[in-house]
């Protein structure tokens, strides 16, 4: 299985990897752990799990979490440090938005998005695609890669018919 | 150059006139600007200083591209906590630190709280060359009225123009004012007569002493009037609007240059922060998600 993910990766830029409900968490850290071991300037941007859970996951799983550069839109703020930026809420599109644009002009290699389905459970759909289709055109300028994570029972929406236009592959796992 | 036409026409009118003879012109000038003194001076001091204002904020001095025409008057509007007067404070004081004298005129917080709000952000007055450039004036509307009394026992119509509106301390010139707020002035003010004349009289004032002006008003969150009556941003060069946008539960601010007189400026709204230890940080490229209804 790995394998997939990994040449998933190498091939394209910006992915979407749908995953079922059942078993999300233990399929993104999957993704998670394949993406580590290529690159080493990650961004994290979650609106799923806190901060600080994913910490002691990564630790838990071996995961160098020093690779992982984390925007935090489930605490609902704390203080930013070098590995973590703090947004209100994932409902703060346009600050997700700035400080993933920020990371763009520094070292990272690559940006996780957890996940599109979050996302559409906060903002309506067309303000959704919008925030998508901005933040990967300027992945796509700065040539880095996108992972996005999203759940498989969400693939009829019309958002993800909608990012099916701007991603490059969508990969069912 | 991004000139409009009506621009270009004026600065051609210019040259003529000036080909003639330059001094006469200077004389006419000045006649007429004791006659009218906002038709004619306003585009030839554009043609003459060409100097610019920046604001030392980085994406908000690339929205204005060459910065603001000096001797301006640009109204800052916006609702409650939208960062008017974070925003109009970084700026006097990175003018302060560039050598400029500055002045800010409160109406609504003392000197102290504005500069231990100013200290926060890591802007403290101490730290300027010239201590003595940055003026904070505590003003109540009780003084304006005063003021205004004084001025109309005074006045018999345009001489009303010799009296200093805003009480600038004596003896101290400074390059930029900003007046904290334009609103709290306005109601000191019964009759809307008097605040009309009175505000004319203000952009006349600041305009003749070559002042670069930020006056902030109070409006509502999205504003479609930018002043109290909404004769002030017509007489004002140029209008920035500051929003705070509420989505749900959280709010975004925004920014946007509506308006600058005599030169180029992006034309769109675009996403703001207040960022704790630093201070106002504008993103040109970023626009904002979530209807600005
Ligand atoms: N130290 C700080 N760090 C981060 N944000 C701050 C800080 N101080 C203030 N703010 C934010 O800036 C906003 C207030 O800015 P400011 O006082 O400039 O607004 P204003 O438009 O002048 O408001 P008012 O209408 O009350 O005069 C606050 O609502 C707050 O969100
Ligand atoms: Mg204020």
């Not at chain 1, 040449?7 to 999300?24: G, H, T, W």
């Not at chain 1, 029972?153 to 592959?169: L, Y």
Request: net charge positive; hydrophobic share 40%; with cysteine.
């Amino acid at each position: 299985m790995p394998s997939k993910i990994l040449s998933a990766i190498r091939e394209n830029q910006i992915i979407v990897f749908e995953i079922s409900k059942k078993n999300y968490i233990e399929k993104t850290y999957e993704i998670i752990a394949e993406v580590s071991n290529k690159h080493d300037n990650i961004c994290y941007v979650t609106l799923n799990r806190p901060y600080q859970t994913m910490l002691k996951d990564f630790a838990a799983k071996k995961i160098d979490s020093g690779k992982f550069t984390f925007i935090d839109a489930v605490s609902g703020g704390g203080k930013n440090s070098p590995g973590v930026i703090f947004v209100q809420s994932p409902k703060s599109l346009t600050d997700i938005s700035i400080d993933m644009s920020n990371l763009l002009g520094k070292k990272t290699e690559s940006f996780i998005f957890d996940s599109l389905s979050t996302l559409l459970i906060y903002s309506d759909s067309m303000t959704s695609i919008k925030f998508v289709h901005s933040i990967v055109s300027k992945i796509r300028a700065a040539s880095k890669k996108c992972i996005f994570m999203s759940l498989k029972e969400d693939s009829g929406t019309d958002m993800m018919k909608d990012i099916n236009m701007f991603v490059d592959k969508i990969v069912p796992y | 150059m991004v000139a409009p036409p009506r621009h270009a026409k004026v600065k051609k009118g210019m040259k003529k006139r000036a080909a003639t003879s330059r001094t006469s012109m200077k004389t006419r000038v000045r006649k007429i600007t004791k006659r009218r003194p906002r038709s004619v001076p306003k585009n030839f001091q554009k043609k003459k200083i060409q100097e610019y204002v920046k604001t030392g904020i980085e994406g908000l001095d690339q929205l204005l591209d060459k910065g603001i025409p000096r001797g301006s008057s640009v109204i800052i509007a916006g609702g409650a906590g939208s960062g008017k007067t974070i925003m109009c404070l970084q700026t006097i004081y990175n003018a302060a630190k560039d050598g400029k004298k500055v002045l800010y005129m409160s109406f609504e917080e003392t000197e102290e709280r504005l500069l231990d709000h100013m200290k926060a952000f890591g802007w403290d007055v101490a730290k300027l060359p010239n201590r003595k450039d940055f003026v904070v004036k505590m003003c109540s509307i009780y003084d304006i009225t005063r003021l205004l009394e004084a001025m109309m026992a005074k006045a018999e119509g345009d001489l009303m123009i010799d009296i200093n509106p805003i009480m600038i301390p004596k003896g101290f010139k400074p390059d930029i004012v900003v007046i904290d707020s334009v609103t709290a002035i306005a109601s000191a003010f019964q009759g809307k007569d008097t605040y009309r004349s009175y505000i004319e009289n203000l952009f006349r004032y600041l305009q003749r002493e070559g002042v670069t002006s930020f006056m902030i008003t109070e409006t509502e969150e999205v504003p479609t009037v930018f002043s109290p009556t909404g004769v002030e941003e017509f007489l004002a060069d140029g209008v920035i609007v500051l929003y705070s946008l509420r989505k749900g539960d959280i709010r975004q601010n925004a920014i946007e240059v509506l308006k600058l007189r005599g030169a180029s400026h992006m034309k769109k709204v675009v996403a703001m922060r207040v960022v704790s230890g630093v201070g106002i940080e504008v993103y040109p490229e970023q626009e904002v998600f979530g209807d600005i209804k």
